[in-house]
């Protein structure tokens, strides 16, 4: 199976890695974005957040969550 990408080709990938490689609407969020949403989390819910952030409240509860779990962004 040979798949090809403008500045990609899939040929050396597995057929596996080349169906997680190519996963859809994700985005990186920087760590400060990040800080700035715990730091809201003090005074707002996270569906709050996510209303005037323009982000998932789904998003919002992940890094919460690990932020809860682990101390760090």
Do not use: E, Y
Not at 3 to 11: I, K
Not at 18 to 37: D, E
Not at 53 to 69: A, G, K, M, P, Y
Request: charged share 20%.
């Amino acid at each position: 199976m040979a798949l090809n990408c403008a500045a990609f080709s899939f040929n050396s990938l597995r057929r596996s890695d080349a169906i997680l490689t190519m996963v859809g609407n994700r985005r990186h969020i920087p760590a400060a974005i990040k800080q700035q949403w715990v730091t809201m989390s003090a005074q707002m819910k996270p569906k709050a957040i996510a209303r005037v952030t323009d982000t998932s409240h789904r998003t919002i509860n992940r890094v919460l969550r690990l932020s809860r779990l682990t101390g760090s962004i």
